[in-house]
């Protein structure tokens, strides 16, 4: 079934240390982007990429980074995480200016302890 | 920067009831997308809709741009309808604002 995958499902981190969430799509989507979700204030965009090679800040882009070296795959990393990186994760993908929307992984659910 | 404010916050229903969700939005939008997220977290397109009325099966959705709204209509409404309903708009093709949603519950 053609999608996102997201992984890991979930995590427990310690603070301080690094991880990254990994995202696979496989439509061939131009744009990807990555979402986080904490009760009562819906999802915030991290990063987004409009096509490979290239990457932009979206609203809560602090203490994050993204790569987008191919199509398919876009990691965010979180360098040194702590306990307000505590949230759900979400990828989402979109054919940019088509008229389908956003597709989005199954979230990752992130504890930073 | 823009609102996107979606009433009402919570929502209860009995089974068979139908229901009107708002959205409503402080600028000027490319375009607004309606999304369902079920008990289990999966987050579903339901709607990509810039102006105009789209429906699907039970739902429907309709966007008056000019004044800066969206509904969405649920008919007959099943237990499986129960979760979050997000609005959000796209004021770029790389920016996307969320409403804080609404939650329903349908009971049997």
């Known amino acids: 079934t053609a999608g996102i995958t997201q992984a890991p499902t979930s995590q427990i981190l310690a603070a301080g240390r690094s991880m990254t969430l990994r995202c696979t799509q496989d439509?061939?989507?131009?744009?990807m982007y990555w979402y986080r979700q904490d009760l009562g204030l819906g999802l915030r965009l991290i990063h987004y990429?409009?096509?490979?090679?290239?990457?932009g800040k979206g609203e809560v882009p602090d203490g994050y980074s993204v790569s987008r070296a191919n199509t398919d795959d876009f990691p965010l990393t979180l360098a040194s995480a702590v306990p307000s990186q505590t949230s759900v994760y979400f990828c989402?993908?979109?054919?940019?200016?088509?008229?389908?929307?956003?597709?989005f992984g199954s979230g990752t659910r992130l504890t930073v302890v | 920067g823009i609102q996107v404010e979606q009433s009402p916050p919570d929502l209860i229903l009995q089974e068979g009831a139908n229901s009107t969700l708002r959205c409503n939005f402080s600028?000027?939008?490319?375009?607004l997308q309606w999304f369902h997220q079920n008990p289990w977290g999966q987050l579903i397109n339901l709607f990509y809709?810039?102006?105009g009325t789209k429906q699907n099966g039970r739902l429907s959705a309709t966007t008056v741009a000019t004044e800066r709204y969206s509904l969405l209509y649920i008919s007959s409404s099943q237990t499986t309808d129960s979760g979050v309903y997000f609005c959000a708009v796209e004021l770029s093709v790389d920016d996307m604002r969320f409403g804080a949603g609404t939650r329903l519950t349908v009971k049997p």
């Open positions: 809709i810039p102006s």
């Open positions: 990429s409009n096509t490979a090679g290239t990457t």
């Open positions: 989402a993908s979109s054919d940019a200016g088509g008229v389908d929307g956003y597709t």
């Open positions: 600028d000027s939008v490319n375009n």
């Open positions: 439509m061939r989507h131009n744009a």
